[in-house]
């Protein structure tokens, strides 16, 4: 019998935000695969480290970091085949996911690969930005709200129209692409009511007015959140960026 | 000392998403309150039934289903009250929010009435949302896809707007507008990339292309995903809405 494949959101950072379900199948899978950098640690890895035994096989699918993180079919194409051999010897596979597996991330290109093949499950996450509200101590949207989600290396129009016609947005992926996206919101008058926020849920998180962000770039994972008429409120956090 | 305040999410249904730390938090907790019904069960109260023990003190906070499910002012205050009298008391207050708690949840009211003078903590959950792209086997977003999220209760000028611009739509709190929400969508040619969802991770589940949904409203939780160009994969949905 083939093993079955499962990709399992990790959450935003905090291991402790990883679903009952996800520990579950984690622990008890014999096989774990995750994304990680040509050098250094993987965030993915490293949320879920505790939780690993030493008998588990580890398959770290090695991502070139470039200027964007894009999908290298070949790294992809090698990882699916190694993660199949295991399968077809009736092994099954958890393919770790920072936050959530299907909202804006990387495992749609081994489910894409595999699921025609074998069995698989989707254990949805703790995505980073539904952990933002929760950090910010403020509602992602309420009401009526339309809430639109804006890849921030989307281009200009795109961004400048979500601008103006939703009631609150959130950049996601906003990394290389800060000092641009931080333009466009000031374009349209609303940076006094843009909150900045990285790392949300681990020891390091920051979370800031945009307009006290003095640096050009980010990290991959951080997140502008733009509330329309919260002007107060953004003001009022600290400049400084330290946890609340 | 002051009790704490704890909004935790229990996620979409399945007990088994609810996250370590909101299980964690929930049984340690001396009272639970949760949102109910005038009549029948709360459907969070469902959901971490199994945790619950015997001494805890239960609150049900009674928000009378009208046509909408409005923040009634005089429930809130009512219930914030007696949640304040625990705390005061140095007991921690868990209350149970369907989904995540600041995604569009009535936690806020809570929160507003008591953050100032209590500790508080949120405890993000797992929303519908990200349940319904893991049950679907699809990416709810990829890449840099615009995702736009509009609550069905929506004028037909904003969601006018919202399918035109964005890549990928979620309406959320579909219930009495599914048949206006279906017309606008079936008006703006997109029927045919439509998914309808009601009661995803739960036995009873539903997911079907929209275009086989023959009822005029549906449960106040059900979700409609439009996702644009994906017509075959819509198409291949079975039309009885039994889980896949």
Request: net charge negative; charged share 20%; aromatic share 8%.
């Amino acid at each position: 019998m083939k093993g079955t494949l499962y990709g399992i959101g990790v959450g935003p950072g905090d291991p402790e935000l990883l679903t009952m379900k996800a520990h579950r199948i984690l622990t008890g899978a014999k096989v774990v695969a995750y994304p990680a950098p040509d050098s250094g640690e993987s965030f993915a890895h490293s949320i879920v480290a505790q939780f690993l035994n030493a008998d588990q096989i580890e398959i770290p699918i090695i991502v070139p970091m470039r200027v964007e993180r894009f999908p290298a079919k070949s790294v992809y194409d090698q990882a699916a085949s190694e993660i199949a051999s295991h399968l077809d010897s009736g092994a099954d596979v958890v393919v770790l996911c920072e936050g959530d597996p299907f909202f804006y991330g990387s495992f749609m290109y081994l489910f894409e690969r595999l699921a025609g093949d074998y069995p698989c499950e989707v254990v949805p996450g703790i995505s980073s930005l539904m952990a933002s509200s929760a950090v910010l101590g403020r509602p992602l949207a309420a009401r009526n709200d339309v809430l639109t989600i804006v890849p921030a290396p989307s281009d200009d129009e795109t961004i400048e129209t979500a601008l103006t016609q939703a009631d609150a947005l959130a950049f996601i992926k906003v990394g290389r692409h800060l000092e641009r996206v931080a333009g466009l919101i000031n374009r349209a008058g609303l940076t006094g009511q843009a909150a900045y926020l990285e790392r949300v849920t681990l020891d390091n998180q920051k979370i800031m007015p945009l307009s006290a962000v003095d640096e050009g770039a980010a990290p991959y994972f951080s997140i502008i959140l733009v509330y329309k008429g919260a002007e107060d409120w953004i003001a009022a956090l600290p400049i400084d960026g330290l946890a609340q």
